[in-house]
């Protein structure tokens, strides 16, 4: 016990709270007015705990290393704003200042910008960006697609003012002049530049635009070619509808483009070679292939040969070729006897009709024909009778029915002056006015032609009545 103090200021009741104490509130505001003030941004190193981003887009996260741990959040604005993408287990430098919240007061760091510790923030992003893409199976080498060898139409996608066009162009021409170039301009570095390349791919694509397409650019530093390495621009690559070729012109680093395109050339002019092969070199090609393959057949034909002569050598075929030959010999002789029969044959059954005939004649001389020359005789007589009067009975018989045949002729009638009329497209002629009505189209048929006409009244009247209807009928 401190001297001067008694025992009942100890334990006794408390001293009343002075005039004008400060709320709770105000306190914390006054604490956080401090703190800003004597605290401003700072840079605070340290590994991210239980990162965690809400649905309104804030991080929150803590801060730790071997003996401390902070508090920290991000509002969604800010990390929006980051290249790479924070996780626990990440050592970073944070930019922020603290602040004691209010409703719980418990401090926080409030951060607004977030770098990798030892690692650029631009290289963390295209090394989780390259993961990413990779175990997607993006670059791998079973997508790749072989060139065509002579594209007639090679879409290139670069800036329609470098170097890199030039470049193409004058390749192009060199190696195989007159080939079909289609430039789709675009920028290949700053903003907006991510979004030119990847429509550009996509409409080549989508429009068959090329053969081939060449993506390229000339050299430059790292931070120039980063258009290459946007998200976008290496999808519309993978996603290509026809092959493509990188050429970014930096041998040194390798851009995602390289990685998604089928091909990857170091510079603009090596993309052109690679796709167009040189007309000389092609040529020399082929006639190297036209001997090689020339060469090739005469070694198989001496081979197939060598063979033929080693079977005619054995034992067992040895005589083969004399047999071979004997029985050729053999059927050509009999072919020729049997082509020789065969001409023989009309002449030989030629004679021997001749000779039936002379025995027949001989014979009906002798004994059939002087017997049966009266019998012939008499029963031609007998059929011809019969035959004409068979014809004029038929003769007769045939006159009745012509005149019946004419009398019941329709024609004949309407040659009195007489019609039928038919329901237009039907075949039964109408024989009542109770069988059409007013309207109803008709095909009446004379003696020559035929008329087309259409019912404009019904009335009754007698068959053949030629008078006209009274005005009583009428009404």
Do not use: C
């Not at 050592?91 to 200042?97: D, I, S, T």
């Not at 926080?108 to 770098?115: D, F, P, R, Y």
């Not at 070679?273 to 040189?278: C, F, K, N, P, R």
């Not at 021997?352 to 029963?379: K, Q, T």
């Amino acid at each position: 016990m401190r001297p001067g103090r008694s025992l009942r200021s100890v334990g006794g009741p408390l001293a009343p709270p002075p005039v004008g104490a400060l709320t709770v509130s105000l306190f914390i505001a006054r604490l956080n007015g401090v703190l800003k003030n004597s605290l401003p941004d700072s840079w605070v190193k340290g590994e991210i705990v239980d990162w965690k981003v809400w649905s309104s887009g804030h991080a929150y996260f803590s801060l730790k290393d071997r003996s401390a741990t902070l508090e920290a959040m991000m509002f969604g604005s800010d990390r929006q704003r980051l290249v790479f993408r924070p996780g626990s287990g990440m050592e970073v430098l944070a930019l922020g200042r603290p602040e004691v919240y209010a409703p719980n007061g418990r401090m926080k760091l409030i951060v607004s910008a977030l770098e990798p510790a030892g690692l650029g923030a631009l290289q963390l992003a295209f090394e989780q960006l390259k993961a990413r893409l990779s175990a997607e199976g993006l670059f791998d080498a079973e997508r790749k697609r072989r060139l065509p060898l002579l594209p007639s139409r090679i879409a290139v996608v670069t800036s329609p003012r470098g170097a890199a066009i030039q470049d193409i162009l004058k390749v192009l021409s060199h190696r195989f002049g007159g080939v079909n170039v289609v430039i789709f301009p675009v920028s290949v570095q700053g903003i907006g530049a991510p979004e030119e390349i990847a429509r550009a791919v996509r409409m080549v694509s989508e429009h068959r635009a090329g053969d081939v397409v060449i993506v390229a650019r000339g050299g430059g530093s790292k931070d120039d070619l980063s258009a290459f390495n946007d998200e976008g621009v290496v999808r519309a690559i993978a996603g290509s509808a026809i092959p493509t070729v990188a050429a970014i012109g930096h041998e040194i680093d390798v851009s995602l483009a390289d990685l998604a395109a089928d091909v990857r050339a170091a510079t603009p002019s090596q993309a052109a070679e690679i796709v167009m092969a040189s007309r000389d070199e092609l040529l020399r090609t082929l006639l190297s292939r036209t001997r090689e393959l020339g060469n090739l057949w005469e070694v198989r034909m001496q081979r197939s040969r060598n063979r033929l002569l080693a079977e005619e050598g054995r034992r067992a075929f040895r005589g083969f070729p004399a047999a071979v030959s004997v029985a050729g010999m053999n059927a050509r002789r009999l072919s020729q006897s049997v082509v020789a029969a065969f001409k023989n044959l009309p002449l030989v059954y030629r004679e021997r009709l001749l000779r039936e005939e002379g025995a027949l004649d001989s014979w009906l001389l002798r004994a059939a024909l002087p017997a049966r020359a009266e019998e012939v005789e008499e029963e031609s007589l007998a059929l011809v009778t019969a035959m004409r009067r068979r014809l004029n009975e038929s003769g007769t018989a045939l006159g009745a029915l012509a005149s019946h045949l004419d009398a019941v002729n329709p024609l004949r009638i309407l040659s009195r002056g007489y019609a039928v009329v038919y329901p237009r497209g039907e075949r039964t002629p109408v024989r009542s006015f109770r069988e059409v009505a007013p309207g109803d189209p008709l095909d009446i048929l004379l003696s020559e032609g035929r008329l087309e006409a259409s019912v404009t009244r019904t009335a009754p009247g007698l068959p053949g009545s030629l008078e006209r209807p009274t005005n009583e009928e009428k009404e």
